[in-house]
């Protein structure tokens, strides 16, 4: 089973400037979700999907953050203008999905994408 | 406010060492616990879960967790560690299979050869 694919794994940009990245979750996985990794701290979920509905956003800042899953498969998370506290690790992870039954929420992860805002 | 606290951020241990490391959680009623791992260079990955039923949960590599609703905690274990369980470890929760998982701040596990 292919896992879940992230790109580009490492950006750099300058404040101000826009990023976007990509996530291409495993084949099947109705629930997609954005982390955010600052280092030193635990993943902070930044916006949770349901097929191509958002199920909780409550954490994205989304006077510059955006994200998007078109068609219920993969999903861009878009960042402008950046900040330099915009630096962190972004995970995409997918779960099965579905209402109940063991293994629904259980989490598979991308590498993650780094960024650097300079 | 849900949440997921991990007390210990670094722990350092020699080989053969017992491990415990805590979590607790902020959640009441019904609760999905779980612990992931990130070795050095590699995805976060899952180590094991709880949903209901017994709260002792085996996960990979021997490690198990136990479900103390009382006391709010989901402790990890092993009995004896290896080089190869250096890692971070996260602790991560939601009150149901369809809301948010909430992670803890991670504890980093250090064992000395």
């Known amino acids: 089973e292919a896992g879940v694919a992230q790109s580009p794994r490492y950006k750099i940009i300058e404040k101000r400037q826009s990023v976007a990245f990509w996530c291409n979750p495993i084949?099947?996985?109705?629930?997609l979700y954005w982390y955010q990794q600052i280092l030193g701290q635990g993943p902070k979920l930044l916006i949770q999907?349901?097929?191509?509905?958002?199920?909780?956003d409550s954490q994205l800042p989304k006077d510059r953050f955006s994200a998007e899953r078109l068609k219920g498969v993969d999903s861009t998370l878009k960042i402008q203008p950046a900040k330099l506290e915009d630096s962190a690790v972004y995970l995409c992870?997918?779960?099965?999905?579905?209402?109940?039954?063991?293994?629904?929420?259980?989490?598979?992860f991308g590498a993650g994408s780094r960024l650097t805002v300079l | 406010a849900q949440s997921v606290s991990q007390h210990n951020h670094h722990v350092i241990l020699s080989e053969a060492a017992s491990l415990e490391l805590g979590c607790n959680y902020s959640?009441?009623?019904?609760?999905?616990l779980f612990w992931y791992v990130q070795y050095p260079g590699q995805h976060l990955q899952l180590l094991l879960k709880?949903?209901?039923?017994?709260?002792l949960v085996k996960g990979i590599k021997g490690f198990e967790a136990e479900f103390i609703k009382s006391k709010f905690s989901f402790n990890l274990r092993k009995p004896s560690v290896q080089w190869s369980d250096t890692a971070e470890y996260f602790c991560?929760?939601?009150?149901?299979?369809?809301?948010?998982?909430?992670f803890g701040s991670g504890t980093r596990l250090s064992i000395r050869p």
């Open positions: 992870a997918s779960s099965p999905g579905g209402t109940g039954g063991i293994g629904a929420n259980v989490l598979t």
């Open positions: 084949s099947g996985h109705a629930t």
């Open positions: 999907f349901q097929n191509n509905g958002v199920v909780d």
């Open positions: 959640y009441g009623g019904t609760v999905n």
């Open positions: 709880y949903f209901s039923g017994d709260p």
């Open positions: 991560a929760g939601s009150y149901s299979s369809a809301s948010k998982i909430i």
